[in-house]
């Protein structure tokens, strides 16, 4: 319109790359501060005795958290690729459909709600809308 398109100022590749690197630091800048901010509390509130407690806790009780580290580092790369809208409507639709699946079976001790026709019907609505706002 003015003379000067979008191609003209950088290519897509490069606006990627910059985009993936202001990521990257801000997510090196997120870890940081958080560990930073845990090991200040840790410090200041003296509790160096909850050290030795740490080996009991199960295994499974650290999944969160590795969870939530490889979201963030996967809303960070899949953004970029394929588009904010779709990640999001993608995300929201997987995390309903896995709390069907995670009450029918009561897994992490969650109480059991067994599936009845109406999440059966339910889960078909979101995988179809799923699909039709991504294609």
């Given at each position: 319109?003015?003379?000067?398109h979008y ?70 790369f899949l953004?970029?690729k394929i ?53």
């Amino acid at each position: 319109m003015f003379g000067c398109h979008y191609d003209d100022l950088f290519s897509h590749e490069q606006f990627r790359i910059q985009v993936c690197r202001f990521a990257d630091n801000r997510i090196r800048h997120f870890f940081a501060i958080a560990l930073i901010t845990a090991l200040l509390i840790f410090v200041i509130t003296g509790e160096y005795d909850t050290i030795s407690k740490i080996k009991g806790i199960p295994v499974y009780l650290y999944l969160p958290g590795a969870i939530s580290v490889f979201m963030i580092l996967g809303t960070t790369f899949l953004i970029p690729k394929i588009g904010a809208k779709k990640f999001f409507i993608l995300r929201v639709s997987g995390q309903i459909i896995m709390a069907i699946i995670v009450g029918h079976f009561g897994i992490l001790g969650s109480s059991r709600d067994l599936m009845a026709l109406k999440k059966y019907f339910g889960a078909a609505l979101v995988i179809a809308g799923v699909f039709f706002t991504t294609i």
